[in-house]
């Protein structure tokens, strides 16, 4: 698989550029965070099904993606999953082959990004960390950015069916140095800092393009 964009990438990440522009008024700071090559996983909170396109569409990577197996049931839809680089995963169980997919894909030199969480946020808070996320860091040995959202739970809750416009703010931070630590170590230093990354960018506080 490749790790730069593809020409159909390219075309995507134009028209929702435009769109979550128009829509969202998207904002995102601190892209020059993100490595220009190499693997990189990139850990953030997840408010909406808005996330995964919002945290892509200004980067000059392509993402990749792990999505709820249920997805992959359409055949229609799995191609356009295949496009941007997603791949099944059984959330609500321990799912071996994802996890080494996953840290296949770091080790070839992707963008990969995951939500600890493991599921959208039911209020717009931070939830607690799963720790599934801590064997593929502790595995992979790859660079480790955090990324917050802001606004994405306003615009889409997943209570909701149909999402409204309302701004949306994104903030990737420096990448986190967790060498040698152990996986109850990793959690709490990106829980940590996840949530002040949040409160700050919450409270209007951004740093850098």
Known sequence: MRTERRFLWKCLQVVARVLTTLLFDLKVYGRRHV????GVLIVSNHQSALDPVVLAVRLSRPMNYLAKSELFQYRCFTRLLRVVNAFPVRQGAGDVRAVKETIQR?????????YPEGAR??????????KGVALIIERARVAVVPAVIVGAFEAWPIQRRVFTCRPIRIQY???MDLTGLERD????VIDRKLREMHESLRAGSCSGA
């Not at 490595?35 to 190499?38: D, F, K, L, S, T």
């Not at 170590?185 to 709490?188: A, G, K, Y």
Request: net charge negative.
């Open 35 to 38: 490595p220009a090559r190499g």
């Open 106 to 114: 770091l080790q070839e030199g992707h963008l990969m990004n995951v």
């Open 121 to 130: 946020t039911l209020d717009g808070e931070i939830g607690p960390m799963q």
């Open 173 to 175: 931070g420096p990448p």
């Open 185 to 188: 170590e990793i959690m709490i």
